[in-house]
């Protein structure tokens, strides 16, 4: 399992890479991906779509389940990886790169301190 430091991940499962300008990656754990298995569809959000954490911002099914996703920050979404459209397994090769699911203009920067590091997130996970 692979859990970068370079990023904050929130406890549904989320994880956030924060980007210049006060904008975010997210995307959906490398732990995550490996519980759904293969996902075959992925539900991404609205461009301009305003986020809160918390709160659904859109969903992936696998062959096993379809689970919301649940965003790990507030603010608006900019853009969505289309590419996933196509090839929503890419989720499951890529998680942390070229799997993402939306970059986010961040609404509070000091949101990222409630998230947790890669340590505490792994820890969450064993």
Not at 72 to 95: A, F, H, K, Y
């Amino acid at each position: 399992m692979d859990f970068p430091d370079d990023l904050k991940y929130h406890p549904e499962h989320m994880w956030v890479r924060l980007e210049e300008g006060g904008e975010a990656t997210v995307g959906i754990s490398d732990f995550a991906q490996d519980q759904l298995g293969t996902v075959i569809y992925v539900d991404l959000p609205d461009e301009e779509q305003e986020l809160s954490v918390g709160e659904e911002l859109g969903a992936v099914e696998s062959a096993k389940s379809v689970s919301d996703l649940i965003s790990p920050v507030t603010g608006v979404v900019l853009e969505v990886n289309r590419v996933l459209e196509d090839t929503p397994d890419l989720i499951n090769q890529e998680p942390y790169t070229g799997g993402w699911i939306a970059r986010v203009k961040l609404e509070d920067l000091a949101e990222l301190d409630e998230l947790l590091d890669a340590g505490e997130y792994e820890a969450e996970t064993e």
